[in-house]
T-cell receptor, first 112, second 113 residues
C-alpha cells in the first residue's frame, strides 16, 4: 500500500531533550515536506526537500532541523524542544512538485 | 509571496443540501491549486487539483471546484452533502517553487441530519 509513515504517533517530552520524528514514504517520491498544525492557524510549512541532500526552509523553520540522506526518509529533528513546539506534525510527499501531497497520519507532540 | 484565505471558519449545512466552500488565493502568476479534506484524527487527503486547462475540475467523493482567475478564487462545491462529509477542508496553493506549498486556515464543515 502506498503510504507515508510517521513515528511516533504520540510523544510527550520535556523541554530541551532532543527528539527525532521519523517519516518514510514507499512511493519513490522526490518531494517531501513537514508541516505543523495548530488550532486556527491551518498548516504551516516547516521544511521541504526536493530530492536527496536538497532541503530548504518553509515558513516556520526556527527550532527545527531536517535531513534527506535517502529518498524515502525525511526525519524532523528538534534539538532543544520548547513548549511552543507543542503541535500536531504532518509529513507529506509528492511525486512531482506540482502534484498534490500524500500525508502521513500525524505526530502529536507535547513539550512540557 | 503566495497566500490563501478561506473566509469561512465554520459552515453548517443540512444533509442533502448543496455546499460551497470559499477559497481566495494570492499569487503573481498562474497558481497550482488544491483542496484537501481532513477527517477527525486523520491526516489530509487530496480531493482535487487544478493546474491549467478546464477551469472546472472534478475530484473524489463527488466534489468539484471552479478556478476563476478574475476573482482569484477556487471554490469547492458539492451538489448534495452526506453526513460523512463532515470534516475540515483546506485549500492550498503552489507556485513555481514546487517545494513550497501554502495552506489556508481551513473550514470546518458540520452536517445536520
Amino acid at each position: 500500500e502506498a503510504q507515508v509513515t510517521q513515528n511516533p504517533r504520540y510523544l510527550i517530552t520535556v523541554t530541551g531533550k532532543k527528539l527525532t520524528v521519523t517519516c518514510s514514504q514507499n512511493m519513490n517520491h522526490e518531494y517531501m515536506s513537514w508541516y505543523r498544525q495548530d488550532p486556527g492557524l491551518g498548516l504551516r510549512q516547516i521544511y521541504y526537500s526536493m530530492n536527496v541532500e536538497v532541503t530548504d526552509k518553509g515558513d516556520v523553520p526556527e527550532g527545527y532541523k531536517v535531513s534527506r540522506k535517502e529518498k524515502r526518509n525525511f526525519p524532523l529533528i528538534l534539538e532543544s524542544p520548547s513548549p511552543n513546539q507543542t503541535s500536531l506534525y504532518f509529513c507529506a510527499s509528492s511525486d512531482r512538485g506540482l502534484d498534490g501531497y500524500t500525508f502521513g497520519s500525524g505526530t502529536r507532540l507535547t513539550v512540557v | 509571496a503566495q497566500s490563501v484565505t478561506q473566509p469561512d471558519i465554520h459552515i453548517t449545512v443540512s444533509e442533502g443540501a448543496s455546499l460551497e466552500l470559499r477559497c481566495n488565493y494570492s499569487y503573481g502568476a498562474t497558481p497550482y491549486l488544491f483542496w484537501y479534506v481532513q477527517s477527525p484524527g486523520q491526516g489530509l487527503q487530496l480531493l482535487l487539483k487544478y493546474f491549467s486547462g478546464d477551469t472546472l475540475v472534478q475530484g473524489i467523493k463527488g466534489f468539484e471546484a471552479e478556478f476563476k482567475r478574475s476573482q482569484s478564487s477556487f471554490n469547492l462545491r458539492k451538489p448534495s452533502v452526506h453526513w460523512s462529509d463532515a470534516a475540515e477542508y483546506f485549500c492550498a496553493v503552489k507556485g513555481t517553487n514546487a517545494g513550497k506549498s501554502t495552506f489556508g486556515d481551513g473550514t470546518t464543515l458540520t452536517v445536520k441530519p
